[in-house]
């Protein structure tokens, strides 16, 4: 169950990713303009959208530029992280599991199959 002070900083934090997400709107193409934050402790340690082109993805970079401090963090992210590539590099959701991510919020589910 999530405590009345989780649920504010999930609203607090996925706003943040919305802005980050809405920041490259346009410029994404072929792929949805995504935000990621990562918050370990009630801070944030690392943020990204996708960038121009659709490459790098969001998580891709969020989570390497966390470090460790993404162990044990919590990843507010706009869309589903991809669990599969068409381009056969690592998903989005691997780099978050091999970052050590403990928890993900994401705003909408990836309308992907492979997701």
Do not use: K
């Not at 996925?14 to 193409?29: E, Y």
């Amino acid at each position: 169950m999530t405590s009345p002070q989780q649920a504010s900083d999930d609203i607090r934090f996925m706003g943040r990713a919305i802005a980050l997400a809405r920041a490259n709107m346009g410029l994404t193409w072929p792929n949805p303009s995504v935000g990621c934050v990562i918050v370990r402790d009630g801070e944030v340690v690392a943020e990204a959208a996708t960038a121009q082109g659709g490459r790098p993805h969001a998580e891709e970079q969020a989570a390497p530029a966390a470090g460790e401090r993404a162990r044990g963090a919590t990843a507010y992210v706009t869309m589903e992280p991809c669990g599969a590539r068409s381009s056969g590099r690592t998903s989005c959701s691997h780099f978050l599991i091999e970052a050590g991510v403990a928890r993900v919020v994401s705003a909408v589910r990836d309308p992907d199959a492979r997701t």
